[in-house]
T-cell receptor
């Protein structure tokens, strides 16, 4: 139990569907992240939120839309995805992002997404 | 461009056979280097943070060391439960961490 909970754990969707991934952290952290993990590739940062404000958008296609209503919750809204978007999507949190903070990321168990 | 590489890509050890994993980095500035362990189908789990050359951290059968250009994760007398993918990441004073591709470790009984 890492203190970061992701739902759903598995998701299969068609290219025309709209779905959302949810992340909740119980660690009192101020920063939350979405990472994409594809087979045999390093973790790719997608979005960073620091105190609910988006501070990083790593050139992610607009078919991925993040939402951070408060410091404990993070969503990733998905629409009109492509098969190459199939991957493990990981949520993480940390005390703070950027130049101040402990630097330790706490990850959830991930949401395995398959796009047909 | 900041880069992190890890070697070997995969490593198979017999139980009790000690070895080391390598993480090499090229970054404009290093605030910290992190090691994570990732089990199949799960998110990475934090292991160590190293901040300066010469620093060492230990946890059970694992010891992490840091030089100015690389870090090693030494595994002493590994057990099958140490089988996992080990990820290295660097904090380059930026807004995010740069991750390496990982080393997939298998320890056979």
């Amino acid at each position: 139990e890492t203190g970061v909970t992701q739902t759903p754990r598995h998701l299969v969707m068609g290219m025309t569907n709209k779905k959302s991934l949810k992340c909740e952290q119980h660690l009192g952290h101020n920063a939350m992240y979405w990472y994409k993990q594809s087979a045999k590739k390093p973790l790719e940062l997608m979005f960073v939120y620091n105190f609910k404000e988006q501070t990083e958008n790593n050139s992610v296609p607009s078919r991925f839309s993040p939402e951070c209503p408060n410091s404990s919750h993070l969503f990733l809204h998905l629409h009109t995805l492509q098969p190459e978007d199939s991957a493990l999507y990981l949520c993480a949190s940390s005390q703070e992002s950027g130049r101040v903070g402990t630097g330790e990321l706490f990850f959830g168990e991930g949401s395995r997404l398959t796009v047909l | 461009e900041d880069q992190v590489t890890q070697s070997p890509e995969a490593l198979r050890l017999q139980e009790g056979e000690s070895s080391s994993l390598n993480c090499s980095y090229t970054v404009s500035g290093l605030r910290g280097l992190f090691w994570y362990r990732q089990d199949p189908g799960k998110g990475p789990e934090f292991l160590f943070t190293l901040y300066s050359a010469g620093e060492e951290k230990e946890k059970e059968r694992l010891k992490a060391t840091l030089t100015k250009k690389e870090s090693f994760l030494h595994i002493t007398a590994p057990k099958p439960e140490d089988s996992a993918t080990y990820l290295c990441a660097v904090d380059n004073y930026g807004q995010n961490f740069v991750f390496g591709p990982g080393t997939r470790l298998s320890v056979l009984p």
